[in-house]
Structures are given as C-alpha cells and as structure tokens.
C-alpha cells in the first residue's frame, strides 16, 4: 500500500509538469488534446487520491 501511495504520488508530479508545460507552451497548443487545467485536476484527483490509500491501509486509527 505505502508503495502504491508513493506511485500515485510520483505520477500526480508528473501530471502537474505535463500541466505547466502545457500552460507556458502557448495559447493554442494543448498537450495530448488536454487543457492545462485538465492536468491540474488529474493531479489533485491523483494526490487525494494516494492520501486516501495511506489513510485506509495505515495500522493506526486517525481520530479521537
């Protein structure tokens, strides 16, 4: 799981270059057909994503 975590975490900064390349390329160009702002998002979905498996596959309770 921790790996898996680390995984998703790599490829969510992947993502966020691919993003800001995409944002500084220029106006009409769009990586792989993709918005900037797609990038952005599927590096967030990514990353909360990572946090969740941490959260769930971790042996100790969060919380009171």
């Given at each position: 799981m921790k790996m898996a975590c680390w995984i998703l975490f790599g490829l969510s900064v992947l993502l966020l270059?691919?993003?800001?390349?995409?944002?500084?390329?220029?106006?009409e160009h769009f990586l792989f057909g993709l918005r900037p702002g797609a990038w952005w998002r599927a590096a967030m979905a990514m990353v909360i994503y990572a946090i969740a498996l941490r959260l769930i596959g971790s042996e100790e309770r969060v919380g009171a």
């Open positions: 270059a691919f993003g800001v390349y995409s944002m500084f390329a220029g106006q």
